[in-house]
């Protein structure tokens, strides 16, 4: 099946700082990918939807300006957590549809664990 | 807003029980319904319903859809300690074309 994968797998950094997650799409192209964050015993939240050469779409909530989202080829995306803060602190997991259109099938990066001291 | 609601929020079995997971949901232009596993990494894909009635089936797993009633079930028999993990239903909507979990059901298997 379809592999997505996600660079780093963890990350602990300064309170203050920027963190960069990379979303890549192995074997297949995606023009969508979306963000999801997962707080401990907590479900998934969509963050934002990343779109290839377009702004990427935020969910309420969400601030654009402190998670910046970049999907500048149809394998790559990336959120850049500005600033980060303890209370970002979280499970970063991103997911690709099969096809495009078929936002139902997504397949899942296996996540990033981001602690902020 | 769309909405998915999972019961029971956790629960504890005994390995070789049969359990059954619940998953209701509100959703504008629902177009399918997912379960996923989740143990600690992302989640890992079971099922995808989109019919009502029809039973899908993996091994000691089956999943069913009720479109009229807004809900799906997740059924686990002889359960096993690998089956162990939170169990995720989302929806996915054609209007917002996103998907929408659950909250999760923690299932913990013991010896």
């Known amino acids: 099946g379809a592999v997505v994968s996600q660079h780093p797998s963890w990350v602990i950094c300064k309170s203050g700082t920027s963190v960069k997650i990379e979303c890549r799409s192995l074997d297949f192209q995606a023009t969508t990918m979306f963000w999801y964050r997962q707080f401990p015993k907590q479900s998934l939240m969509l963050m934002a939807t990343s779109n290839e050469g377009s702004k990427a779409t935020y969910e309420q909530g969400v601030e654009k300006d402190k998670f910046l989202i970049n999907h500048a080829s149809l394998t790559l995306s990336t959120l850049t957590v500005t600033s980060a803060h303890p209370e970002d602190s979280s499970f970063y997991i991103c997911s690709a549809p099969s096809r495009a259109g078929a936002g139902d099938t997504q397949y899942f990066g296996p996540g990033t664990r981001l602690t902020v001291l | 807003e769309d909405k998915v609601v999972q019961s029971p929020l956790s629960l504890v079995v005994h390995e070789g029980d049969t359990v059954t997971l619940n998953c209701s949901y509100e959703v504008t232009n629902f177009r399918s319904l997912l379960w996923y596993k989740q143990e600690k990494k992302a989640p890992t894909f079971l099922f995808m319903l989109?019919?009502?009635?029809i039973e899908k089936k993996s091994g000691r797993l089956s999943s069913i859809l009720d479109k009229k009633e807004l809900f799906s079930i997740l059924n686990i028999t002889a359960t096993q300690t690998g089956d162990s993990a939170i169990y995720l239903c989302?929806?996915?909507?054609?209007?917002?074309?996103?998907?929408?979990f659950g909250t999760g059901t923690r299932l913990q298997v013991t010896l």
């Open positions: 989109t019919s009502s009635g």
């Open positions: 989302a929806v996915y909507s054609g209007t917002a074309s996103k998907l929408t």
